[in-house]
């Protein structure tokens, strides 16, 4: 009897280990590819939301970000696009926010009518036509590895 109840403490111990271990692994990278740059003065500036909140101009409410200088990250193909990889999210729902800080500021600029004055865009090219996207028409899946293309645009 003290057998049985020895291997079952023994399962149960190995099932909360290996669950744990599971969780611990379920990361991925999500590299995100950026064409229509017309210029390559300043950096790209890329917002990862978990969650509407936030979205998509809100620093604080972003899973991660970053801001890169397009000068030192040029791709070795002309043709290919910028690319940034985040390593090690959680797998789950995701958007991206992303703008061309032409001058170096760390802000997406806005003309006198709050009109963006720089190129911005959104994961799944989630629509900005009467203000800023939303996050579920941006929303994605992130798995193992996941690349997200985003075609930047700028003001008319």
Request: hydrophobic share 40%.
């Amino acid at each position: 009897m003290v057998e049985k109840w020895g291997m079952v403490a023994l399962l149960a111990a190995g099932s909360f280990w290996f669950s744990g271990n599971a969780r611990a692994q379920f990361t991925g990278n999500l590299t995100v590819e950026v064409s229509g740059l017309q210029s390559q003065e300043g950096n790209v500036c890329f917002k990862v939301f978990s969650g509407s909140p936030g979205f998509p101009n809100d620093n604080d409410s972003a899973v991660t970000r970053a801001c890169v200088a397009i000068a030192d990250n040029l791709p070795e193909d002309p043709e290919a696009p910028f690319a940034y990889t985040f390593e090690d999210l959680e797998a789950g729902s995701y958007g991206v926010a992303i703008y061309h800080d032409s001058n170096g500021d760390e802000q997406l600029n806005r003309g006198a009518l709050g009109i963006p004055v720089e190129g911005y865009g959104f994961s799944n090219d989630a629509p900005a036509v009467t203000g800023p996207a939303r996050f579920e028409d941006a929303v994605f899946f992130l798995g193992n590895n996941t690349t997200v293309p985003i075609q930047m645009r700028y003001p008319q």
